[in-house]
C-alpha cells in the first residue's frame, strides 16, 4: 500500500466517522441540548450509539495503519 493509498484511507475513515457521528449526536443534541448530560448519558442512549461508533471507526484507523506497515516493512502477519 502507498502512502498516497494510506492518506485516502484515512481521510475516508476520518470523513465517515465525522458523518455518523453528527447523524447520531446532533438529533439527540437538538432535543436535549445539555452537554454535561451528554457526558454522563454516555453509555445509555443515541450519545453511547456515537461513542462506540467512534471506538469502531479508531478500530478501523488502527486495521488500514498495520495494513500500511506491514505491506511497506514486509512484516507478515501484520
Known sequence: MSRTVFKACLILV???????FCVLMIPALI???????????????????GYSTELLFCWIVLAVWVWFEASNDGIRHG
Open 31 to 49: 432535543e436535549n441540548f445539555d452537554i454535561i448530560a451528554a457526558f454522563g448519558a454516555g453509555s445509555v442512549n443515541l450519545f453511547a450509539a
Open 14 to 20: 476520518a470523513l465517515l466517522l465525522t458523518i455518523t
